[in-house]
Structure formats: structure tokens, C-alpha cells
């Protein structure tokens, strides 16, 4: 039989900063952001390419450059907005 007495191995859970836990999740909310719109990007860009030009490969690649570019600016705005946030509670 096991022993059910013996103490656990587990370390515990690291706390981290509230600031560094804030741009963690600005950071994993912009690199599914990007995917997300720059998929779509591609899909309208290969739906207008079957549909409109003759299945030229450029359209495609215009929808994933302005997804990727739509998504970098909301990333950027919410960065920088964090950013003020974390210097507004330091000088309080």
C-alpha cells in the first residue's frame, strides 16, 4: 500500500506582479489577434481572388497583410494604453 502521509513535491504557484500578469494577457490577446484577423484576412483575400481575379494570388495576400496591419494597431493601442494604466498606479 501507498503511503498517503508523505509530503507533497509540488512547488508552489509563482505570484507574479500585477503588471507583468496585465501585459502577459495584452500579449497572449494580441497574437491571437493577429491570427484570428489575418486568417480572415486570407479568406476574404481567396474568396475575392476565386471570385474577381481569376485566382491571382495577390488578393490573398493583400487580406493577410491588412488583417495582420488591423491587428498590430489594436495590439499597439492596447499596449500603450496598459502602459499609461501601470504609470498612472505607480504615481498614486
Given at each position: 500500500?501507498?503511503?498517503?502521509?508523505?509530503?507533497?513535491?509540488?512547488?508552489?504557484?509563482?505570484?507574479?506582479?500585477?503588471?507583468?500578469?496585465l501585459?502577459?494577457?495584452?500579449?497572449?490577446?494580441?497574437?491571437?489577434?493577429?491570427?484570428?484577423?489575418?486568417?480572415?484576412?486570407?479568406?476574404?483575400?481567396?474568396?475575392?481572388?476565386?471570385?474577381?481575379?481569376?485566382?491571382?494570388?495577390?488578393?490573398?495576400?493583400?487580406?493577410v497583410g491588412?488583417?495582420?496591419?488591423?491587428?498590430?494597431?489594436?495590439?499597439?493601442?492596447?499596449?500603450?494604453?496598459?502602459?499609461?494604466?501601470?504609470?498612472?498606479?505607480?504615481?498614486?
Amino acid at each position: 500500500m501507498a503511503d498517503t502521509s508523505a509530503p507533497s513535491t509540488s512547488a508552489p504557484a509563482v505570484r507574479r506582479p500585477v503588471s507583468e500578469a496585465l501585459l502577459n494577457e495584452k500579449w497572449d490577446r494580441c497574437l491571437s489577434n493577429l491570427i484570428i484577423k489575418s486568417t480572415l484576412g486570407l479568406g476574404f483575400g481567396v474568396v475575392f481572388s476565386v471570385l474577381l481575379f481569376k485566382r491571382r494570388a495577390w488578393p490573398a495576400l493583400v487580406g493577410v497583410g491588412f488583417g495582420a496591419g488591423r491587428a498590430y494597431e489594436e495590439c499597439n493601442y492596447s499596449l500603450k494604453a496598459a502602459a499609461r494604466d501601470i504609470k498612472r498606479q505607480q504615481q498614486a
